[in-house]
Every structure is written in C-alpha cells, then in structure tokens.
C-alpha cells in the first residue's frame, strides 16, 4: 500500500487516520476545505516519516468535486492504491426541521461525493488488478437514529454502495471495508445541526481508535468493522429485537437533543479551529505539497 487518498483529512478521524499512516511511508494525498488545517495536517504527516504529502481543498458538497480529486491524484502521481473516502458531517432534529435542501447538500458529501470517486477510480484500480476502497460509515448507518434521519438514510446509503461493491469487486482484486464509528470525540459534534445541540455531551472515543480500526481492516481486508461497545450493542440487540432497539434508541437520543435555540453546552473538542460556519465553505483552489526532508 503505497499511495493512499484520504477524504476529510482536516480534522477528527480523518487526520486521525492520515497520521496512523504516516510512518508506514506512505505517499498521502489529503483533501478537505479548510487549507491551513490540510497544511498542518501534512507537516505533521512528514515528520511522523510519510514520503510525501499532497493535499488540495476540495468542496465535496460540489458535483463533480469528488470525480475532480481522482483526476487530480492520478495526473500527479499516476497511481492509487488506497482510497478512504471518510468526509462528512450530520444533521439532527426532528424530521419536520430537517430541510430538504440541507439534506440534499450533506448527501452531496456523505455519498454522492464518495460514489463520484469510486466510479473515477474503479477503471485505474481494476487496470491493475488491484486496490482497496474504505467507507467511513457510522453504526446508525446500521439501524436508523431518531432525530438523525437524514444523516442515517445517508450513511445507509453508504452500506449499501460498501456491501454491494465488496460482492462486485473481489474478483477484480479489489478490497472494500466498511468503518462504522459510533459515538467519537471530533468536532463533528458542534457542525451537525448546530441549533439542535446535544444537552449532555457523551464520552465518546478517541479518533485514533478509528484510525487503528481503519489500519487493521486494511491490512486484514476486514469487511465490516464496528465500533464502541454501545455501538456493537446496538447492531446485536436490533437483531434479536428491532422493536425494543428502536424504543431504546429513541429514549437516549431525546435525552440529547436539546430545543431548537437552546444554549450550546460545553462540548470537548478534537480540533475546533477554524471551522467553517456552513458545509457550503468555498474550498481554495490551489494544492500543496510536501517531500519528506531527506535524513
Ligand atoms: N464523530 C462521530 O461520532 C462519528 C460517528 C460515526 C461516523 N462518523 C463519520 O466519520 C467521518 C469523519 O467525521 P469526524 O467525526 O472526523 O468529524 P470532523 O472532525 O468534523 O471531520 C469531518 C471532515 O469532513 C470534511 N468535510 C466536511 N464537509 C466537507 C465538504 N463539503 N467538502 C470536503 N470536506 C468536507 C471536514 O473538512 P473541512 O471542514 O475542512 O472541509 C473534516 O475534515 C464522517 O463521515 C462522519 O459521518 C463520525
């Protein structure tokens, strides 16, 4: 595994994951908006002993942006052999509250963007019989989240294309993994659905255990890889019982939505820093690029 795209490489775990890579000399090709933050993320990358980092902003919500990023690593670099296709963001509230064309926008980057990549980069990676594409999806990708309806049709969405493909692909030497997370400490918290904030922040898991999962279900060509306790719960108990899983469900996510207006609690916070207000950011144009300092 040599070059290695990594979509939401600003922030959480996707730099989470961009930094567990980087001592296996890796080539790291990190997209997200947010310039400075891809900046540093790279620097951090080089001294962790990547070979060499690129990054280029890109907004994913844009049709077209995540075909665009394909072409872009392929005309530098000519090669792909791993694409992690983990940006995204939610939106929570009452489904009454939940306006279409904000849903239709986080679609835009939760799956559209990750459809478009995987549809420029299959002809490259079955070109040479091999290569290996990881979803970051979410356990409420698995069984349906009150008050998250939106974003868990769309990570739904997202298992579906994972488990569909990882039939098609396999005889074409192509790996598929699908990561679902649950609950993890990332600002994701404070950008999904700001006026309905959570009342009592949950502790959730560190990034890095992400990027560890993200790690082991590339070098295993693990399928599926679930994550927290509450999580694999929730994924066990909605196969014994659908019924008592989604009351259950249902009681924990009312006890942390808070009214529309509410104040914002006090959240801890991975990397805050220079978040764009609205998913629509425009992204800069220009890419960068880092070589590792030879020792
Ligand atoms: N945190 C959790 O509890 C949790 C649980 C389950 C699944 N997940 C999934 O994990 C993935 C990563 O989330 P995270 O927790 O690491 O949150 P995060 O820290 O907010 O990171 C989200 C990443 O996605 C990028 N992104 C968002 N909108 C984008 C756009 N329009 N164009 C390009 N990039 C965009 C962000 O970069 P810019 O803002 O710089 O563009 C950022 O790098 C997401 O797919 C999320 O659904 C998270």
């Known amino acids: 595994m040599r070059?290695?795209?990594?979509?939401?490489?600003?922030?959480?775990?996707?730099?989470a994951v961009a930094e567990a890579f980087a001592p296996r000399r890796v080539r790291l090709f990190l997209v997200a908006r947010r310039r400075e933050l891809l900046q540093e993320v790279a620097d951090?990358?080089?001294?962790?002993?990547?070979?060499?980092?690129?990054?280029?902003?890109?907004?994913?919500?844009r049709p077209g942006e995540g075909t665009a990023l394909i072409e872009e690593v392929l005309a530098a670099w000519g090669n792909i052999d791993l694409l992690?296709?983990?940006?995204?963001?939610?939106?929570w509230g009452p489904m009454e509250e939940l306006d279409p064309a904000a849903m239709r926008r986080m679609m835009e980057v939760n799956f559209h963007s990750v459809y478009e990549s995987v549809y420029a980069v299959l002809p490259h990676m079955k070109g040479k019989g091999r290569g290996?594409?990881?979803?970051?999806?979410?356990?409420?990708?698995?069984?349906?989240?009150?008050?998250?309806?939106?974003?868990?049709?769309?990570?739904f969405?997202?298992?579906g294309l994972a488990e569909a493909l990882w039939g098609e692909l396999r005889s074409a030497g192509i790996d598929v993994s699908l990561v679902c997370p649950g609950f993890t400490d990332t600002a994701f918290h404070d950008v999904a659905s700001p006026e309905h904030r959570r009342i009592r922040p949950l502790q959730g898991q560190s990034p890095r255990k992400v990027a560890a999962a993200v790690l082991k279900a590339v070098d295993r060509r693990l399928q599926f890889v679930h994550l927290t306790f509450l999580g694999k719960l929730m994924i066990v108990s909605n196969r014994l019982s659908p019924r008592l899983t989604a009351r259950m469900m249902a009681l924990v996510a009312r006890s942390q939505i808070a009214e529309k207006g509410a104040p914002a609690p006090e959240i801890r916070q991975e990397t805050p820093r220079g978040r764009p207000d609205s998913p629509a950011v425009e992204a800069e144009e220009t890419a960068g690029t880092g070589q590792r300092p030879e020792a």
């Open 132 to 155: 290996h594409l990881v979803f970051v999806g979410s356990v409420i990708g698995r069984r349906g989240m009150p008050f998250s309806a939106g974003y868990s049709a769309s990570k």
């Open 84 to 91: 992690i296709c983990n940006a995204g963001y939610g939106y």
């Open 44 to 61: 951090r990358c080089l001294a962790l002993g990547a070979e060499e980092v690129r990054f280029s902003p890109h907004d994913l919500s």
């Open 3 to 15: 070059d290695v795209v990594i979509t939401g490489a600003s922030s959480g775990i996707g730099r």
């Open 157 to 159: 969405a997202v298992t």
